[in-house]
């Protein structure tokens, strides 16, 4: 499977973004796709991820109740609907896909990263 990330911008705190994730290729053999985040000088964390089938979702506590991961099998993407964004959220988005389900494991393939700034 490849990946595309997008739809990384610079907003207010308190603003919503929404990041996009197209993926194309051996789709059948995915699991799951993820949101990870990355800032300078710290590890890649986990943010949130769905089961290929768009029936389980997973959340950091950190953005649980803020971010939303949705996937539309139309269009081949998946969504990260972002509000309420607080400047801790800036960092360098990624999104990934896993052959076998374990969100806050590893992942197999990357696609590029996309930048969310939250700054005033």
């Known amino acids: 499977v490849q990946l595309q990330a997008s739809g990384g911008g610079l907003v207010q705190p308190g603003a919503s973004l929404r990041l996009s994730c197209s993926y194309s290729g051996r789709t059948f053999s995915s699991a799951a796709i993820g949101w990870l985040r990355q800032v300078p000088g710290k590890e890649r964390e986990f943010v949130a991820a769905?089961?290929?089938?768009?029936?389980?979702?997973f959340y950091a506590d950190s953005v649980r109740g803020r971010f939303t991961i949705s996937k539309d099998d139309l269009v081949n993407t998946v969504y990260l609907q972002m509000k309420n964004l607080r400047p801790e959220d800036t960092a360098v988005y990624y999104c990934?896909?896993?052959?076998?389900?374990?969100?806050?494991?590893?992942?197999?393939?990357w696609g590029q990263g996309t930048l969310g700034t939250v700054s005033s």
């Open positions: 990934g896909a896993q052959s076998r389900l374990d969100p806050r494991g590893n992942y197999d393939i």
């Open positions: 769905i089961d290929w089938s768009g029936g389980r979702t």
